[in-house]
């Protein structure tokens, strides 16, 4: 889960950069050339299979595991716990399902429409990601979610990135409080940079 | 001072169980918790009931018999310190305080505050030990052994073994246990020997025995009444991982006598 964890992190960086290109004041060149480079590199395409791996296997061992922790204490405690422990890890798990709700929404939104299943919406080209985002976040209800969402994935994965090397066997006198802080920042980076395009949209363009 | 309890009471393992308040006045101060529930015992025994069940051995924090899930907190509000070592003067004056026991599945409840901790014996039967016999004390550095190492080993070995660790986690994972005892044993030599085979048989027996899994809260570490640190679970992790993909097959010999 960890490794597959540590590979989605990588993967939001490239995803992130795209979704940057919307704001660019270019009438969407910059972002539909990135996207058409993504849709037919022939090593992109290998590599979203390997995406589509990861997500699967970080997804069912997340599901799993949380499933095993919560039988492992068939009786609860009658007075909550106060035990301090480190931010959101307590709800990785809630975390992760909002992150999965919104994955099904741009599944349906984006990759369904591009593979056909799902009509695309009147005068928009299924191949068309930049027209179809504009629209989407001219939306204020979307926007919104979308927004939300992100902040959710902030706090998922500010936990995540260290946890996940400590996980590995990765944990170090003078190297985890680097570690530490470069999840945070790493978390902060990522979510404020997908946030950011919403906000952009609402308020700025 | 005075009290309300809300005191955790079950008759037997089969039991439902419930909370049960109680109130106690003129209790000192300067008593300790478990002083505190002598005085309800003997309240209760006084009116022919049923006296509260509890673990206790040394009273001074260093046997890891008691326990005592207090406010939400393994061991009560202190850091670093077991049940037996906690005092009243840390509660307000006619605060109301919940008493529950350990919470986990492999920890099942034998009567009121009781649990059956056997569990983290069958871990260490598993592999907690070096199977020679390494004799009496040696001669000073006889066995070279690096200071940090012995430092580390020696942390790790303060793991009285109370279970803190297991009932404060949301999980309920003994990850924290097994990973100070794997600890201890790995970084002295005369525990290295035995290193591959002690990590998997235990992390084995303790996924086996139903523990929950780390996700790396650390709310163990926060509550381990000897502050062991998780530091020793990633130590933990990399002993486990080594084992699983470096580590030889194993001959098998087959001995006649």
């Keep these: 889960m960890a490794l597959a964890g540590l590979f989605l992190s990588a993967f939001l960086v490239v995803h992130l950069s795209i979704n940057l290109l919307l704001m660019a004041d270019d009438g969407g060149k910059a972002f539909t050339a990135a996207a058409s480079f993504m849709a037919t590199n022939p090593f992109i395409r290998i590599a979203e299979v390997a995406l589509f791996g990861g997500f699967l296997i970080h997804m069912l061992f997340g599901v799993g595991v949380s499933f095993r922790n919560r039988m492992s204490r068939p009786v609860r405690y009658q007075h909550k716990s106060r035990s301090e422990t480190s ?5 990785m798990v809630h975390t992760g399902i909002i992150v999965f709700i919104f994955l099904v929404l741009h599944f349906i939104d984006f990759y369904c429409i591009k593979i056909g299943l799902v009509a695309p919406p009147a005068g928009i080209e299924r191949h068309d990601f930049y027209s179809r985002s504009m629209l989407l976040f001219s939306d204020k209800g979307y926007s919104g979610i979308y927004l939300i969402c992100f902040l959710f994935l902030g706090f998922h994965l500010n936990h995540a990135i260290q946890a996940a090397f400590q996980t590995m066997g990765l944990n170090h006198s003078k190297y985890t409080m680097i570690i530490k802080a470069l999840s945070t920042t790493y978390a902060v980076i990522v979510a404020g940079g997908f946030i950011t395009i919403p906000f ?6 | ?4 309890l809300k005191i955790w009471r079950q008759k037997n393992a089969a039991d439902k169980g419930g909370l049960v308040t109680y109130t106690v006045g003129d209790i000192s101060a300067d ?8 005085q309800l015992n003997q309240l209760l025994i006084g009116k022919g009931e049923d006296p509260v069940s509890f673990d206790h051995d040394c009273r001074e924090g260093i046997c ?10 393994p061991h009560g509000p202190l850091k670093g310190t077991t049940t037996c070592q906690l005092h009243m003067r840390s509660f307000r004056n006619g605060e109301t305080i919940f008493v529950e026991p350990w919470r986990c599945g492999a920890f099942p409840v034998i009567k009121d505050l009781i649990v059956d901790r056997s569990a983290f014996d069958k871990i260490i039967q598993a592999g907690g030990y070096v199977s020679i016999n390494s004799g009496g004390i040696p001669d000073a550095n006889t066995i070279a052994v690096p200071k940090p190492n012995a430092d580390a080993a020696f942390d790790a070995a303060a793991c009285i073994g109370c279970g803190a660790c297991v009932a404060s986690c949301p999980n309920a994972s003994a990850t924290l246990f097994v990973a100070a005892k794997v600890s201890h044993l790995a970084l002295l030599p005369q525990g290295r020997v035995e290193g591959e085979r002690r990590v998997r048989k235990m992390v084995e027996t303790m ?11 650390y709310a163990c570490e926060a509550e381990c009444p000897k502050e062991i640190t998780v530091a020793n679970i990633a130590r933990m992790n990399r002993e486990f991982l080594a ?15």
Excluded at chain 1, 200 to 205: A, D, G, P, S, V
Excluded at chain 2, 207 to 217: A, E, K, R, V
């Design chain 1, 87 to 91: 931010p959101m890890s307590r709800y």
């Design chain 1, 200 to 205: 952009w949209f609402i308020f700025l363009r």
């Design chain 2, 1 to 4: 001072m005075n009290f309300t």
């Design chain 2, 31 to 38: 008593s300790s918790f478990f002083e505190m529930l002598d």
């Design chain 2, 64 to 73: 890891g018999t008691c326990s005592l899930y207090i406010n939400g907190r």
């Design chain 2, 207 to 217: 996924d086996h025995l139903g523990f929950g899994n780390c996700s790396n809260t």
């Design chain 2, 243 to 257: 084992a699983k993909l470096f580590a030889d097959k194993e001959k098998q010999v087959s001995f006649s006598l």
